[in-house]
């Protein structure tokens, strides 16, 4: 950030501030948004964090859930708090259409605006950016901007729990390839300041509902297809099995990495309907760029490893279109 003494100064005084974050908020999207929270709470200003949607239970325990604003649940409140704002800073996404309705509020909003982002091609409708595509979470760049700020004595245990879980989930539990050195160094000084990293890989991923176990065996076993000759695989879920196994936001989350795993599958997807759309999820290994795949088909984008789509076809035909289209890229996933 080259205005950073700029936004230094803007925070010396108490502001109103809202926080925001993208649609069906992840880990890395919670916890970055939550660690913002607090620390901006620390300096003493008002500070309010606004989803666009709910998000799943297995982050409910964070530190601070109990303050977040769903705006689909408290739409008024929400318009109201975007419109007397000082400052808006918008956590893990780059172009407002990924905040649904929220997004022209906070275009009209006369506030400031502070991304904080590491995905690729933002849309360049803040006033101050923190960007890096090379972090591994948007938490990451939260931690960065703290200690840049100059405030790195206020990561608080609170604090530290939210970027720890935001870093710790978006790195794959930190075996993603964007995983430094450097990010294991801001690990470790979060846990000094109090991150308690195997009761939060715990509350994590050792959550699971009974539905949700049930659910994946029956993934795994009947909807998932092996492409080997070309290195890929992927997974279609209707509506009638979400309805089935009572599947709630987050249970689907991770279930791609397990067409991934598969010894040689250098490409995997996973397509589950909606109802009003078909989400895809798109994960690579190597120098397969998924997010290309999810860019030029399915109006997504993303990183070069990990990306997201979405499909206004039929379920059937979504995939119809997927095998239509994974012939262009066979000499690439056969390498």
């Known amino acids: 950030m080259h205005n950073i003494n700029e936004l230094k100064s803007l925070l ?13 908020p992840d880990g890395d999207a919670m916890g970055s948004s939550l660690g913002l929270y607090h620390f901006l709470l620390s300096l003493g200003h008002q500070v309010h964090l606004v989803t666009p949607s709910d998000y799943p239970y297995f982050l409910h325990w964070l530190p601070g859930n109990s303050e977040v604003i769903d705006f689909q649940i408290q739409a008024d409140k929400s318009i109201q708090l975007v419109a007397e704002a000082d400052l808006i800073f918008c956590t893990d996404f780059n172009a407002l259409s990924r905040i649904g309705a929220l997004g022209e509020l906070v275009h009209q909003s006369a506030a400031k605006k502070v991304m904080i982002d590491h995905h690729l091609e933002p849309e360049g409708f803040e006033d101050f950016t923190f960007w890096d595509v090379r972090a591994c979470a948007a938490a990451e760049l939260v931690y960065r901007l703290i200690v840049t700020l100059g405030y790195g004595h206020h990561i608080d245990k609170d604090i530290a729990t939210c970027l720890y879980t935001g870093i710790m ?25 109090g991150a308690n990293n195997s009761r939060i890989h715990e509350l994590i991923y050792d959550t ?33 099995e979400l309805k089935k196994y009572q599947i709630v ?5 991770g279930i791609v990495n397990y067409a991934l795993s598969i010894n040689g599958i250098r490409f995997a997807i996973l397509v589950v309907d909606r109802g009003e759309a078909r989400k895809l999820s798109f994960r690579s290994k190597g120098e397969f760029p998924a997010n290309e795949v999810a860019k030029k088909y399915f109006e997504g984008g993303g990183h070069r490893n990990a990306a997201g789509g979405i499909s206004f076809l039929s379920l059937s035909e979504t995939v119809a279109k997927i095998k239509a289209i994974l012939p262009e890229f066979e000499e690439m996933l056969k390498q």
Not at 249 to 253: H, I, R, V, Y
């Open 208 to 240: 699971n509902t009974e539905n949700r176990l049930k659910f994946l065996g029956h993934v795994l076993s009947q909807k998932m297809v092996i492409l080997a000759e070309i290195n890929t695989a992927y997974i279609y879920i209707d509506q009638e």
């Open 249 to 253: 936001t987050g249970d689907t989350e």
């Open 169 to 193: 989930t978006d790195s794959g539990s930190f075996r993603f390839p964007s995983t430094s050195a450097e990010v294991h160094r801001i690990i470790a000084d979060l846990i000094d300041k």
């Open 12 to 24: 010396s005084e108490a502001k109103k501030i809202v926080i925001t974050t993208h649609h069906k």
